[in-house]
């Protein structure tokens, strides 16, 4: 039996892209991610309607490319924020807790990033038409991410509660 012919959607013809080595995304490789990542952050500097989830934005893309948490500095420094969104609503005393709590000489050694890193990607939040729908793509790609990261969830909480203790001994403004 002859089967039926796929049509060839744009979509069909995308997925046939070379993926990021990273993320996975079918984009067209490692670099014209990171391209399109650069476009987003632009946007969000460029549109106040888009700033609102830059921040998380940043955290998503982060923890799914390697380049972006070499360090054990900036990897806490994303996988908290993404706790903090997701387990703490955004708590802005908490965000500057990391803020500030990170900002010093921190040091750990780095768990391996996991192979898995979540099945959305920046292709979820570039396919988002309007600001509205970008919030949420973005807030779907943050639920993804940190479901990929579930081995270090305790880890996340771990480092938010002693930053938060730091922060409210050196008696800052918070
Ligand atoms: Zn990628």
Redo the contacts with the bound molecule.
């Keep these: 039996m002859a089967r039926p012919k796929a049509a060839m959607t744009a979509r069909s013809a995308e997925t046939s892209a070379q993926p ?1 080595e ?4 079918p ?1 067209g490789g ?1 670099e014209r ?2 391209k399109l990542f650069h476009q987003l952050i632009a946007r969000d500097f460029s549109d106040a309607l888009y700033f609102g989830s830059h921040r998380l934005l940043v955290d998503c893309y982060a923890m ?2 390697e380049r972006y948490i070499h360090s054990y500095k900036s990897f806490a420094a994303h996988l908290t924020g993404l706790c903090c969104a997701l387990e703490f609503a955004d708590d802005a005393k908490l965000m500057r807790a990391i803020h500030l709590g990170l900002d010093g000489n921190v040091k750990g050694d780095r768990p391996p990033v996991p192979r898995d890193r979540g099945e959305l ?2 292709l979820s939040v570039i396919h988002a038409g309007g600001a509205a729908r970008h919030h949420e793509a973005v807030r779907a790609w943050a639920d993804s991410v940190w479901r990929a990261w579930s081995q270090q969830h305790e880890l996340a909480r771990t480092l938010l509660r002693e930053l938060r203790i730091a922060a409210e001994n050196t008696n800052r403004e918070l």
């Design positions: 990021c990273d993320c996975g995304a984009i490692r991610c990171d799914q490319h990607t920046i």
